[in-house]
């Protein structure tokens, strides 16, 4: 056949696209399980990262961290009830894709959407670190959009289930240079500390670039904008405002402190 | 076997796709800063190179001139993105470190330009053997530019200290400059004066002459 007719065009541009297409498929399915380890992984140092249980994570090798990963109960939360979920699996449920499944889906109202998710799980995973009976530490998963990307990330509470003890950020597109300051450490490391709810239980908690005086009560709530990186930052915040209201985990946090809060 | 000869060993330095053709510079300047990425760079680049060339000559009497890019480009991006998943499976550290610039293979213009110039002319063997020869002579520039980079950025290759830094109490001050991009235009532009020096025959005749001061001033 002529190389030329449009005929031996389309045959050729068709098989080639067909056996590209299916050589992309073959490599990008048998190679996910692989990378899905890997991202487990990258997930389980983030929680231990956050749960205290070590000071340099960064120089833990893997089956450290995984060693001090099994220290942490893993349980699902059904955030409308407020209340544990016992009827699936906390090892294998994945809260991300569950959003998209129509038994897990849950649409969020457009008053309450403040970080612009759209949907999200009825029920998310969260750590629980115990001293024996006692519990010491919460840890939850937290998302919502920044400026360019979904920013995803675990906040740690201590035993009063209202002081942070940690945060880290896990996944982000922001700006590099500007929004990604998010990552760094000395101003993750501000959280520390610092406070949700007042004592009415609305949530206090602030991340403002207002000067506020050390050591007053405000600057229990406050944590320091950073300059140059507000819509990221507001992004951090209205996820702070949703996860951290009534949509979110409030009720959980409410009915756990009553079972089981110092 | 001349022919095959020369096919692989004339990319290293007479006919090498960075310093005569001025190709490839922009993942030879991203990801140069040290030599790790350097190396997984070299390798990944060079083994798009193999399989697309190889695959290209294959199909090189099927391929109407019409479509011919766009076929070459659908086979190209399919290589680039099985070494993508491949390095994120295997290397998951590295392919976060390379970040786009795997992706960017794609665009690489060393790639399109070898199925372009050679794998459409030429046979399986050589085109195999062009492939190998071109993916060296990139990652002898990119290596030589990652070493200097890293060296004097650092102080240290592949996390091997050379050079004791003051900040640990030698005698070598890290030069900043290194790790970032610009210098490795320097670098490449530096081992392009060489090359040229060395080799007279690769400079470039004037595209138009130097118009004199004494002409500009009897005007």
Not at chain 1, 146 to 163: K, P, Q, R
Request: glycine share 6%; proline share 4%.
């Amino acid at each position: 056949m002529n190389n030329d007719s449009p005929l031996k065009a389309i045959m050729v541009v068709t098989v080639t696209a067909l056996v590209c297409s299916v050589l992309v498929t073959v490599a990008a399915v048998t190679l996910r399980p692989i990378q899905r380890a890997y991202e487990d992984l990258e997930r389980i140092r983030f929680i231990v990262r956050v749960s205290g249980l070590s000071e340099s994570v960064e120089t833990m090798s893997d089956l450290e961290v995984i060693g001090a990963f099994q220290d942490l109960e893993i349980r699902l939360v059904d955030l409308d009830r407020g209340a544990f979920d016992s009827s699936n699996n906390p090892d294998t449920f994945d809260a991300r894709e569950a959003a998209t499944e129509p038994q897990f889906r849950v649409a969020i109202p457009a008053e309450l959407d403040v970080a612009s998710l759209g949907t999200r799980s009825s029920l998310e995973t969260v750590y629980l670190l115990r001293d024996g009976e006692t519990l010491q530490r919460v840890i939850l998963p937290i998302h919502g959009q920044g400026m360019w990307s979904t920013i995803y990330g675990f906040l740690a509470l201590e035993s009063d289930l209202n002081t942070i003890a940690a945060l880290t950020i896990s996944e982000q597109g922001e700006t590099p240079g500007i929004g990604d300051v998010i990552l760094n450490p000395e101003w993750q490391a501000r959280w520390q500390g610092r406070r949700l709810y007042d004592e009415q239980r609305s949530l206090r908690f602030r991340i403002s670039r207002e000067v506020v005086a050390a050591n007053t009560e405000d600057a229990s709530y406050h944590v320091d904008g950073l300059a140059g990186a507000t819509v990221t930052l507001n992004g951090v915040m209205n996820l702070m405002r949703y996860w951290f209201g009534p949509h979110g985990y409030s009720r959980f946090l409410q009915n756990l402190s009553e079972t089981e809060g110092s | 076997m001349m022919r095959a000869r020369q096919a692989l060993l004339n990319p290293l330095i007479d006919e090498n796709p960075v310093t005569l053709h001025i190709l490839g510079i922009c993942s030879a300047v991203a990801i140069s800063n040290s030599l790790y990425s350097a190396l997984v760079m070299s390798v990944a680049l060079t083994s798009v190179l193999v399989f697309s060339n190889v695959v290209i000559s294959m199909i090189r009497r099927h391929l109407p001139s019409s479509v011919r890019i766009i076929v070459q480009m659908t086979i190209i991006a399919s290589g680039v993105i099985v070494v993508d998943e491949l390095l994120r499976a295997f290397a998951p550290e590295i392919a976060q470190t390379l970040s786009v610039f795997v992706g960017l293979i794609i665009t690489n213009c060393i790639v399109l330009g070898r199925a372009e110039a050679f794998a459409t002319q030429h046979g399986v063997a050589l085109s195999f053997l062009d492939a190998i020869g071109n993916g060296l002579g990139f990652s002898l520039i990119l290596i030589s530019v990652a070493i200097i980079r890293e060296l004097l950025g650092t102080g240290s290759l592949l996390d091997v200290g050379i050079f004791k830094p003051v900040s640990e109490g030698g005698w070598f001050e890290p030069n900043a400059f290194f790790m970032l991009p610009p210098s490795a235009f320097f670098i490449i532009g530096g081992i392009i004066w060489a090359v040229r020096s060395w080799k007279k025959e690769q400079v470039e005749s004037p595209e138009f002459e130097p118009i004199s001061v004494a002409e500009l001033e009897s005007d």
